[in-house]
């Protein structure tokens, strides 16, 4: 039987366009995706959008257009993204989307049922022109006038729905004790732990100030909050609310998720609310929260105010110039995985494909496959043992590199993984300059041994190559078309066996990375 495997991404606001953090986020996932697809597990990767709230109400007003018709518009340039970048989500979900709504309003009576979730009034210094509440500080700041329209502050109360996050302070606590893995990289489970002991207070869950979201059940004029209702996508889309749908039938094995990856600034809602409110509903909780780091952008913060966000323009420009194929590689392993931003940089970005695409990998593929072309007739040769003046163990090598990057992707450490494919490209490197079956091959009684040479490059290319698959799906099918790899079998671990590769196979030579000029200071 397959293992399931659920991976997420957080849901997408409507009110932005896409950009790098959005195509960051979905692409690590993708990678890591298909490479547990690669190993043969039963992968289930969903993405989607965010689309209610009062923000959205705003900007569609101000734009003249319905809640809906932004949501539309832009839901729809975000799944465009998809194809893009060729990410292979297996749903996009849309928090519009009625059997998200209506499992939502089950979810949230479930919570009314068991008394997590009741009727609460909150009192404080509204502004009313603003339709806006001031804390005491902040009122007490503003001498209780109005910064805005001058009218004096007034003193309302307010109905809201609550969720009684104080009572899982004990169980939250605990379950950080007991799975320290689930918040992850350490850093930001200590900063989480250290906020969840200064203790919690419950959390208001509905809104009266505005209609566009999902309405509390048997209470109309109110709206659940925007943060439960794209919270609970990560089961709806699985149909776990609705134990009659097809949905429930398909996807219900794939709860708990395995990897849930999200930007460190979403993190509290992910480390703490989400978990909590799935203990209410009595769920299992999901294996492991990744709060990836940010990128910034040529050592700057990323702002609409600076107007420095790398853009999907500017994306599509890199793809252009580098292939889709290294941009997602860069992503991959020079990226904000584990607790440090990373800077997404023009001259970087060049220095990452030259030296690891261009000089390594892409060279010695074709380094590899041209000697074949020259002195094996474009076919395969044999390795016969020879001894060739150069000791390396290359089964025993080659698995122990399959094993880090297999045990790298599954702790969703993307950069190490790739780092023991490219591991394996490195020794190829350096074992031809060691043997120098070029020079070698001058000497007809040599033959045996230069194949020998050939097959051992030829075969660690072809393992270095499964295990890239995932990051560079593209390149790598261009490989195995010209080296007759066949299609990958879905069966990695045994794909990756040293010998698999069949003597007499045609291999032609590719060039799979193409110099690039150096960008202009
Ligand atoms: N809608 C909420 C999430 C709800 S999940 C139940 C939201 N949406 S968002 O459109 O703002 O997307 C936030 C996510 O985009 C981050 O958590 C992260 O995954 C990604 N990124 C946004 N900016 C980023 C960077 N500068 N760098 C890397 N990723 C970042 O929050």
């Known amino acids: 039987m397959p293992n399931n495997r659920y991976i997420t991404t957080p849901i997408y606001y409507v009110n932005d366009r896409p950009h790098i953090g959005h195509v960051y986020t979905t692409t690590v996932c993708d990678v890591w995706a298909r490479f547990m697809r690669l190993l043969g597990d039963d992968v289930f990767f969903l993405t989607g959008t965010d689309e209610h709230g009062q923000k959205v109400e705003q900007s569609a007003e101000a734009r003249g257009v319905t809640p809906l018709e932004l949501a539309d518009e832009n839901s729809a340039e975000f799944r465009r993204i998809m194809g893009m970048f060729d990410l292979t989500n297996d749903e996009f979900i849309r928090t519009t989307d009625s059997r998200h709504e209506s499992q939502v309003q089950s979810l949230v009576q479930r919570l009314m049922d068991s008394g997590d979730v009741y009727l609460g009034t909150f009192e404080g210094w509204y502004d009313a022109g603003q339709e806006e509440y001031y804390t005491e500080t902040k009122a007490r700041d503003v001498d209780y006038v109005s910064p805005i329209s001058g009218k004096p502050l007034e003193r309302a109360t307010e109905e809201n729905y609550y969720f009684r996050l104080s009572a899982y302070q004990d169980r939250l606590e605990a379950m950080f004790e007991s799975h320290p893995g689930i918040v992850r990289p350490e850093a930001r489970r200590n900063e989480v732990l250290g906020r969840l002991r200064e203790g919690l207070l419950d959390v208001p869950i509905s809104r009266t100030n505005f209609a566009w979201g999902i309405g509390v059940p048997g209470a109309g004029e109110h709206v659940i909050y925007v943060w439960i209702d794209a919270l609970f996508n990560y089961i709806t889309a699985l149909g776990l609310a609705d134990p009659e749908s097809d949905w429930y039938a398909a996807r219900n094995g794939y709860w708990p998720a395995t990897v849930q990856v999200?930007?460190?600034?979403?993190?509290?809602?992910?480390?703490?609310?989400?978990?909590?409110?799935?203990?209410?509903?009595?769920?299992?909780?999901?294996?492991?929260?990744?709060?990836?780091?940010?990128?910034?952008?040529?050592?700057?913060?990323?702002?609409?105010?600076?107007?420095?966000?790398?853009?999907?323009?500017?994306?599509?420009?890199?793809?252009?110039?580098?292939?889709?194929?290294?941009?997602?590689?860069?992503?991959?392993?020079?990226?904000?995985?584990?607790?440090?931003?990373?800077?997404?940089?023009?001259?970087?970005?060049?220095?990452?494909?030259?030296?690891?695409?261009?000089?390594?990998?892409?060279?010695?593929?074709?380094?590899?496959?041209?000697?074949?072309?020259?002195?094996?007739?474009?076919?395969?040769?044999?390795?016969?043992?020879?001894?060739?003046?150069?000791?390396?163990?290359?089964?025993?090598?080659?698995?122990?590199?399959?094993?880090?990057?297999?045990?790298?992707?599954?702790?969703?450490?993307?950069?190490?993984?790739?780092?023991?494919?490219?591991?394996?490209?490195?020794?190829?490197?350096?074992?031809?300059?060691?043997?120098?079956?070029?020079?070698?091959?001058?000497?007809?009684?040599?033959?045996?041994?230069?194949?020998?040479?050939?097959?051992?490059?030829?075969?660690?290319?072809?393992?270095?190559?499964?295990?890239?698959?995932?990051?560079?799906?593209?390149?790598?099918?261009?490989?195995?078309?010209?080296?007759?790899?066949?299609?990958?079998?879905?069966?990695?671990?045994?794909?990756?066996?040293?010998?698999?590769?069949?003597?007499g196979t045609s291999i032609a030579k590719v060039a799979l990375f193409p110099r690039v000029d150096a960008p202009e200071e």
């Open 262 to 503: 999200i930007g460190k600034e979403i993190l509290w809602f992910h480390a703490v609310i989400w978990p909590a409110l799935l203990m209410a509903l009595e769920l299992p909780l999901p294996g492991c929260v990744y709060a990836h780091s940010f990128w910034i952008s040529e050592g700057q913060k990323m702002s609409k105010s600076m107007g420095n966000f790398i853009d999907l323009e500017q994306l599509q420009e890199y793809m252009q110039t580098y292939g889709r194929d290294s941009l997602r590689y860069f992503l991959a392993t020079q990226g904000p995985l584990g607790a440090t931003d990373a800077d997404f940089s023009r001259s970087q970005f060049h220095e990452t494909y030259t030296t690891d695409l261009v000089n390594t990998l892409g060279n010695c593929a074709s380094r590899t496959s041209a000697m074949i072309g020259k002195y094996c007739d474009g076919e395969c040769p044999v390795d016969s043992g020879d001894a060739v003046g150069a000791d390396v163990d290359w089964a025993r090598f080659t698995a122990e590199q399959v094993e880090i990057a297999a045990d790298s992707m599954e702790a969703f450490d993307l950069a190490r993984s790739i780092g023991a494919a490219m591991t394996i490209v490195r020794k190829v490197d350096a074992f031809i300059n060691d043997t120098e079956p070029f020079k070698l091959a001058k000497d007809p009684d040599a033959a045996g041994t230069v194949g020998s040479i050939l097959y051992r490059c030829a075969e660690a290319i072809r393992i270095a190559a499964c295990l890239l698959e995932s990051t560079m799906p593209d390149r790598i099918a261009t490989l195995r078309t010209a080296w007759n790899l066949g299609e990958s079998t879905a069966d990695l671990r045994s794909e990756c066996v040293w010998g698999r590769l069949a003597p």
